[in-house]
């Protein structure tokens, strides 16, 4: 087939350029109608034939579980992202928020503020508390000072690591009340926390986006930004609230992962901000904003983990796993593109 | 922050009081990375080293950042600044011999802490050995596990020198028990996170299998024993060891969830400050308790190329008193 279609290209130009448009048409009709939810079918296929633990409720448990701190981290950035924004800094806030929540939870003497443990809820907010200021000083410099959004959150990836240090002195916040770590631990009928919270967050964004007046408004920021402030719709608040959205997710990210790892840990949610984009860009959303859905970032995030899991069980190489996303993350734009040159 | 705000103070110190403090020699210690307790307990046991609270010699640490740049830098500055001796714990082996080199052609002495360098010219080193290290943790796995059954290892930076010391004691030990299976061995680069999802996947590929778990640091080892309860299972069928001794790890053994091995950063970096006065000062004796609670590591006049601090098992018995430490 190979040197057929060489030989008519070699031939003929018009021929050429025709098979290779009807070539990218297929693919792009391909990645319209299964696109990313196909990728991530094949590879379970791919696992469950080949590791007779992958299909397993136990490992679809680990899956969910290990999918969802990136999984939230991931549908915050999908708003950002909508508006034609980025979120470096998610992977310092989750460290952060997760050091000043959990001195609230602590039990130990010397890491927790005076009068700690307090009530799991007063921790959580406070964790909570922490990534919205973190995400509406982001906000106010992109939105109100129309700094760069990479270059706000760059900047705020860098402050927040150095004031999560300040605050926690380098050291682990250790002795978690029961309640706190129940973020992480507990589960509901067999399924963990972590999980749960992950669903709750990923029906909530959907709803927002497809439902109400401020998702349209999201979809109409990063569309095209002019049109939307013709049109009446308060952009700078709109990115303003995407800030502070991903902000207060990281936050909560950033507390599951305390509660997961039984201290809240400085170094934590180093290049988290990574894998969150990279689901974000895998699930389909444009970088060039407005163009994007929740369910493709859920579906990114599912991916990634599968995938690693996958790679996990047969017993590949840690570093082959980072290839292996990496190759995953160009292919899903590439897909993406396709799709955009058919619309 | 307190450790911060000391070095800062030093540093005003220095600059606002250099004529007060004309004769007391300065000591730069570069060292690679100040975000992990590790090198906080280190760092803290510096500026308590009873010469430092006497006021015979001022010391400024320099955090080099995780980077070897950082670190030439910090030597490039010291050595402007005419420090009189520096203590160095490089963030690897390879990198680092420059930063030695450029110190010894100005005259100043390197003395090494921690973390080998790969250069003929320190005046001499205080460390562990890190292959020690590695043989006695798998060595409290295997006779746990009676010298039959599957083990993983959970490695640290693959090509980082504590992750090749350790693993080839591991390796020795493991060659005692020829019966035990390595049944998995990947790194999770010394997190405990990373290390939480690799045992929760090792679980669901190898059930029932797995009876030690061999972590080349514990924050791993602390990742494994999360994720053996989040897959509802019981921690004490389980023989896990890590290295290290810090503060969650030796509540973990106090649990009897775990073992660990404390390296004694404290004497690491007292040891060494001892030494680099020694090299200013030839008439100088050390002053640090720690010669006195290791009668195995002799000072020797400060004339030895390598001190050798031990290691120490944490056991039911010292870990309250370890504990109390940390306080």
Known sequence: MEPAGRSEAMAEQPVRSGTARSGRAMLAEFGQRYGILAALVLVCVGLALSNEFFL??????????????????????TFVILTRGIDLSVGSVVALAGVVSASFASTSATAAVSGAPYPTLLAVAM????????????????????VPAFVVTLGMLSAARGLTLIYSGGRPVPGLSDGYRSLGTADLFGIPMPVILFAAVFLGAWFVLEATRFGRHVYAAGGNPHAARVSGIRVENVRMAVYVIS??????????????????????????ELDAIAAVVIGGTSLAGGVGRVTGTLIGALLIAVVNNGLDLMGVESYYQQVIKGGLIVAAVMLDQARHRAD | MRTLLRTLALATALACGTAAAADVPRIGAAVYGLNAEFMQIWAAALEDHPAVREGLV??????????????QEQFETMITQGFDAIIFVPIDVEAGAAAVQAAHDAGIPVIGSNTRVNSDLLTSYVGSDDVQSGYLQARYVLDQI???????????????SAQIQRLEGNLKALAECPDVEIIAQQTANWSRAEAQTLMENWLTAHPGRIAGVIGQNDEMALGAIEAIRAAGQDVQDF????????????????????????????????????????AIQPDYQPMSAIWEQYPEMPWNDGADAEYNVPWTPVTEENVEALLALRQ
């Open chain 1, 127 to 146: 964790g909570l508390g922490t990534g919205i200021l973190a995400g509406a000083v982001n906000g106010w410099l992109v939105a109100r000072h129309k």
């Open chain 2, 58 to 71: 001022n010391v400024t640490i320099f955090d080099g950042r995780y980077n070897a740049l950082v670190q």
């Open chain 1, 247 to 272: 902000g207060a997710l990281a936050g909560l990210a950033g507390m599951i992962l305390a509660a997961r790892t039984g201290s809240a840990l400085p170094q934590a949610g180093i290049a988290y």
């Open chain 1, 56 to 77: 397993t409720q136990r490992n679809m448990v680990n899956v969910l579980r290990q999918a969802s701190i990136n999984g939230i981290l991931a549908i915050g950035m």
């Open chain 2, 239 to 278: 023989a896990i060891a890590g290295i290290d001794g810090v503060t969650d790890a030796l509540r973990a053994v106090k649990a009897g969830d775990m073992a660990s091995i404390l390296q004694d950063g404290a004497a690491q970096a007292q040891g060494a400050l001892d030494l680099a006065m020694r």
């Open chain 2, 146 to 160: 009676g010298c039959t059954g599957g083990v993983v290892i959970l490695e640290g930076p693959i090509g980082q």
